[in-house]
């Protein structure tokens, strides 16, 4: 994690980092002000603080409660050493806890982060630099690739360059546009099982995970997930991308075409095939500005499209990139070695997902793979028994449905929670897809974290629901029926075995889908140095069904972005118009604005966590409407999902709104006691919100510029580097 240093007055200093701000001083003997912990403080503070996080975590997952649990940490000072330190901690315990539990709330201390890194004795490399911003050296973990093709030389089925050549290339890629990439954290929880999370440490909005069998297979799983979201803009699908990039001479790429809708909206000529069309509009309803791109928001440009080279016959055609982002998410995208290493992971995955669904939604048994194929891949089974050694039984199933795709599945139970988690995986090589489907079960999973797992139902709406698809799109974390645990297998066993070269397999993959009568379209992006693919298939590949494209697309946001960011500007007209106009949308009034209008606000503020109905009772309040506010205030603290400080705002809101709508109260004689329950600052912006004095308390005015919004012009600051890029590449 980058933590940025700002000097402030005196010996105060403030340390930036994700979307958090910590304020250090030094004690008026050492020369400050007192006015906050010193650095040192906060440092004896993490470990405390670390320590009681595991003790919930342990006692959460066992329904212990903890408000009669006590954890102390004291540093016990060497005399002739000041450096060298023991650290105390201690746990008050109440008497009914069973000793296992005793023991395991113990062990669960001995698992803090802060002190294993603290026992590991941590390096620390001291440089300077000419400027911190533009360093944008990689912050990878060394000893994990090599330099001019130095070193180990580590081969994996479907590479087609040695692990470390390929860190060594990716690196490259991202260093050359200016950005650093640090881990996050690494998971090895059970043997030839890595994953790990990367992220752009100037906009960790941008991040990845990766998984596989090693570390260095797992960091080049990770690093080709992050250059293949840069070039298909994954990272900015639904975000506004501001004047600048909206008015430049390209929004995507320098090869994207803009098409006027007809005259009565029609979609244009130049969009799409006949194919595409009836399935995208098969009743006829989709219309041109369905299809107007929500990042730029420039509809008098026109539908900003895609080329796309359509398999069959090498024709060009025109995606509009609304559809892509409204429809496909990442589904159909990977980065490679070759174009034909990642046709072969992006087919692949593909494949997974929509064999998978197929699965999911028809409850298929699928056959188990016998233990006699299993044991010709020992290090899977090494990592499946130290799973069930953990107490969690897993099942390894061939997903192939008769050997007619390259997909297997390995579920894990865990029978403390009765929940299950179905992980697919797919590859032309058997034993691949296997270790896919384990690596993809554990990939950022601790063993904790398998106690949120949904448990398996028969109710078969539950599991066809559209919903449960996205979620098992996301983590595969989606609900499962229990018809899947059957004995009675729907499909014989097939030991498949579609490999070969990747130009072989790209092949064969294509072949598969041609046999199914399924056109697919191919877009390659070269323009950052490694070889991109992304591929539609419409009809198959879609994670969100194509209805959405009239009646959920992310271009709503079109409607609402420039009054909710200009917010505080609106007169009362145009604050009963944006109103008027969010009632008849019946958008789903739990949405976050940030969905709806696709800004990045800081999660940790008002506007982070506003949504359409807290946004509704505002205006209404702005507007003086109070029976109105009321009604909706209460609905708020009825599902209120805010911070508890914004939840004590809006209790004392349906306070006074009750009493400035009941004629025989009067609000002086509550409001000495109101400020004692409330607090004076929250009473005076209730009052002023109610009066009409206030307006949008809590929410810092914006505009369309987005000023002051720093998480989201970080977001745009990263998506400039690529924008800079294909600039300068098409020069």
Not at 336 to 347: D, K, P, S, Y
Not at 417 to 436: C, D, K, M, N, Y
Not at 512 to 521: A, D, K, Q, S, V
Request: net charge negative.
């Amino acid at each position: 994690m980058e933590i940025k240093v700002n000097y402030l007055d005196n010996l105060r200093q403030e340390a930036l980092f994700d979307d958090f701000t910590v304020i250090t001083d030094q004690p008026i003997r050492y020369k400050g002000d007192g006015s906050a912990p010193g650095p040192f403080d906060y440092f004896l503070a993490s470990s405390a603080l670390c320590a009681a996080y595991f003790v919930r975590v342990y006692c959460n997952a066992r329904e212990i409660p903890t408000e009669n649990i006590r954890l102390s940490q004291n540093n016990i000072v060497d005399p002739e050493n000041r450096y060298n330190q023991i650290f105390k901690i201690q746990v008050e315990l109440p008497d009914d806890i069973s000793e296992k539990d005793r023991i395991g709330i113990l062990r669960s201390v001995e698992r803090c982060s802060v002190k294993r890194v603290i026992q590991n004795n941590p390096e620390f490399q001291i440089e300077t630099v000419k400027s911190i911003d533009e360093d944008a050296q990689a912050l990878l973990m060394s000893g994990t690739h090599v330099k001019d093709g130095e070193g180990e030389s580590t081969w994996i089925e479907g590479k087609d360059l040695p692990l470390e050549q390929t860190i060594a290339n990716m690196t490259k890629i991202l260093s050359d546009l200016g950005m650093k990439i640090e881990i996050a954290s690494w998971r090895n929880i059970v043997p030839n099982v890595w994953s790990l999370h990367i992220r752009d440490a100037a906009s960790p909005m941008c991040f990845t995970n990766g998984k596989g069998a090693t570390k260095e297979a797992a960091l080049c799983s990770a690093l080709g997930e992050f250059i293949e979201r840069l070039s298909c803009n994954f990272f900015y699908n639904d975000q506004f991308f501001g004047p600048e990039i909206a008015d430049s001479a390209f929004v995507h790429y320098p090869s994207e075409r803009w098409f006027q809708p007809g005259p009565n909206d029609e979609l244009p000529a130049e969009i799409l095939d006949d194919h595409c069309r009836a399935i995208f509009d098969p009743e006829g309803e989709l219309r041109g500005s369905h299809l107007f791109d929500t990042n730029s928001g420039r509809t008098d440009r026109g539908i900003v499209s895609l080329p796309f080279k359509r398999h069959s016959d090498g024709k060009t055609v025109w995606f509009p990139s609304n559809l892509i982002e409204n429809l496909y998410l990442s589904n159909g995208m990977s980065a490679g070695n070759t174009i034909a290493e990642a046709q072969v992971q992006c087919l692949s995955e593909i494949f997974e997902r929509a064999v998978k669904k197929q699965i999911i939604e028809q409850e298929l048994v699928l056959p188990d793979v016998p233990k006699a194929v299993l044991a010709k891949y020992p290090g899977i089974v090494e990592g499946i028994e130290a799973l069930e050694a953990q107490g969690f039984p897993v099942l390894v199933k061939d997903a192939s449905l008769g050997g007619r795709y390259p997909v297997a599945c390995v579920t894990l139970m865990n029978p403390r929670t009765g929940g299950v988690f179905a992980s697919f995986g797919a590859h032309p090589s058997l034993q691949v897809a296997i270790e896919r489907s384990l690596t993809e079960l554990l990939q950022g999973r601790s063993f904790e974290g398998m106690n949120d797992l949904p448990p398996p139902t028969f109710n078969s709406q539950a599991v066809s629901e559209p919903n449960n698809f996205v979620e098992h799109f996301i983590d595969s974390s989606g609900v499962v029926s229990w018809r899947f645990f059957s004995a009675r297998a729907d499909v014989e066993f097939v030991e498949w075995d579609f490999s070969g070269s990747n130009d072989e397999e790209t092949a064969s993959l294509f072949g598969i889908l041609e046999e199914e009568g399924l056109e697919t379209y191919v877009a390659i992006h070269e323009d950052l140095g490694a070889p991109v693919c992304r591929i539609l298939v419409p009809g198959y590949s879609e994670v969100y069904p194509v209805e959405d494209l009239v009646w959920d697309n992310t271009n709503m946001a079109l409607a609402f972005r420039e009054d909710i960011l200009d917010l505080h500007a609106l007169n009362e007209p145009q604050l009963t118009d944006l109103l008027e106009r969010l009632d008849e949308s019946e958008l789903d009034e739990q949405m976050k604005i940030i969905t709806l209008i696709g800004i990045e606000f800081d999660e940790n503020t008002v506007w982070g966590q506003l949504t359409i109905l807290e946004l509704k009772l505002l205006i209404n309040l702005a507007l003086g409407r109070l029976e109105d506010a009321l009604d909706q205030v209460e609905m708020f603290l009825q599902f209120n999902d805010n911070t508890v400080e914004r939840g004590l705002f809006y209790q004392a809101i349906v306070a006074v709104l009750q009493i400035a709508l009941d004629e025989e109260l009067e609000l002086d004689d509550y409001l000495y006691n109101f400020k004692r329950m409330f607090g004076e600052e929250t009473m005076a912006a209730v009052v002023g919100s109610v009066e009409g004095s206030v307006r949008f308390a809590g929410l810092t005015p914006t505009n369309v510029q987005l000023e002051g919004l720093d998480r989201h012009q970080r977001l745009l600051e990263s998506y400039k580097k690529l924008h800079a890029a294909r600039t300068a590449r098409q020069a």
